[in-house]
């Protein structure tokens, strides 16, 4: 008995840091896909985008649901974050969202969104937030979700 509870310790202790660490390089993905976006961004005269910790989380929750195959991959559901985070952020009065699965770094995921006219026009659009987040399906895929706000000060 005493062997298996260190055992399952042991597998414990294993886990959780490799957890952490995804979810630290999924951080450092987003904060690397928000730098592109606002390089892109800037290269066209367009102000940076600042990243709203309300936005990821509702961001997150979509990503997720992408990832475990809840919802279908795609913006079903865009006017219930809409509503939820119209409720949450005073003032805001403008919405977009790209979705994406499949790129493996921040450079792909922005370049797929780049060549998309209706994506690249959610990064060129008139928004001051933003919220990014990644969730690692059962398919080994990435899903990105990335929401635009435009809100005022």
């Not at 969202?97 to 370049?111: L, S």
Request: hydrophobic fraction near 40%; charged fraction near 20%; include cysteine.
């Amino acid at each position: 008995m005493r062997f298996l509870f260190i055992t399952i310790l042991a597998l414990v202790s294993v886990l959780r840091p490799h957890e952490a660490s995804a979810q630290t390089d999924y951080k450092k993905l987003s904060s690397d896909v928000l730098a592109l976006v606002n390089e892109h961004r800037l290269h066209n005269k367009l102000p940076p985008l600042a990243m709203s910790d309300i936005i990821v989380s509702i961001a997150a929750t979509h990503s997720r649901n992408m990832a475990n195959g809840s919802v279908d991959f795609g913006h079903d559901g865009f006017d219930d974050r809409v509503s939820m985070l119209t409720r949450k952020i005073k003032h805001a009065y403008a919405w977009g969202e790209n979705v994406a699965y499949g790129a493996r770094t921040a450079k792909e995921v922005v370049n797929m969104w780049l060549n998309s006219p209706d994506h690249r026009e959610n990064i060129e659009g008139n928004f001051n937030l933003t919220g990014i987040s990644i969730a690692r399906g059962k398919d080994g895929y990435l899903y990105f979700t990335q929401i635009f706000c435009k809100a005022k000060p």
